[in-house]
T-cell receptor
Framework: KQEVTQIPAALSVPEGENLVLNCSFT??????LQWFRQDPGKGLTSLLL?????REQTSGRLNASLDKSSGRSTLYIAASQPGDSATYLCAGAAYSGAGSYQLTFGKGTKLSVIP | SQTIHQWPATLVQPVGSPLSLECTVE??????LYWYRQAAGRGLQLLFYSVGIGQISSEVPQNLSASRPQDRQFILSSKKLLLSDSGFYLCAWSGWQSNYEQYFGPGTRLTVT
């Protein structure tokens, strides 16, 4: 059974810093890996999707990498801003049959960017 | 573009009362649909998923049930709520057209008193 771990659980950085969020997973047979952002009391916003055949994906100031052999993914945020403050979740997808893929989520990293 | 709706946004219900939460998706056809629960201090837990009308798979045995009466409609129900059913309920969809990337709705905050 897939297990996803995110370290640290919380992170506080000054504005402008570059930062890395870590995600590890136990089953390397993932179909894809997604990074999400969740603001308090809100739903999840998909940030980046990395297919199992890819090594990284980029969107603006965000860059996500995937290393299946080591069971790790990282989310790099460049030049952090107070608006980046949120909880970041990673999730690995596995095939569950009949054309469906299930996500297993980590518990998230709560990021605070201090002005 | 695709849009996912959930209602109600918030709900306060007494123990033992019934529950019905609704999720609808616009702008796509034959999506995979998912219900998750996020309890305080815990991660997201997959409750049910569906690959088609009338096809429901349950991940966690509990007093909740799900139904999919139409292609883009997913309903979460309970006949009698428990205190432990309190939490944030999220609906999501995915499809082959987007490499099964999951997209989430705004959620329903349920408080059982």
């Amino acid at each position: 059974k897939q297990e996803v771990t995110q370290i640290p659980a919380a992170l506080s950085v000054p504005e402008g810093e570059n930062l890395v969020l870590n995600c590890s997973f136990t089953d390397s047979a993932i179909y894809n890996l997604q990074w999400f952002r969740q603001d308090p009391g809100k739903g999840l916003t998909s940030l980046l999707l990395i297919q199992s055949s890819q090594r990284e994906q980029t969107s603006g100031r965000l860059n996500a990498s995937l290393d299946k052999s080591s069971g790790r993914s990282t989310l790099y945020i460049a030049a952090s801003q107070p608006g980046d403050s949120a909880t970041y979740l990673c999730a690995g997808a596995a095939y569950s049959g009949a054309g469906s893929y299930q996500l297993t989520f980590g518990k998230g990293t709560k990021l605070s960017v201090i002005p | 573009s695709q849009t996912i709706h959930q209602w109600p946004a918030t709900l306060v219900q007494p123990v033992g009362s019934p529950l019905s939460l609704e999720c609808t998706v616009e702008g796509t056809s034959n999506p995979n649909l998912y219900w998750y629960r996020q309890a305080a201090g815990r991660g997201l837990q997959l409750l049910f998923y569906s690959v088609g009308i009338g096809q429901i798979s349950s991940e966690v045995p509990q007093n909740l049930s799900a139904s999919r009466p139409q292609d883009r409609q997913f309903i979460l129900s309970s006949k009698k709520l428990l205190l432990s059913d309190s939490g944030f309920y999220l609906c999501a969809w995915s499809g082959w057209q987007s490499n099964y990337e999951q997209y989430f709705g705004p959620g329903t905050r349920l408080t059982v008193t």
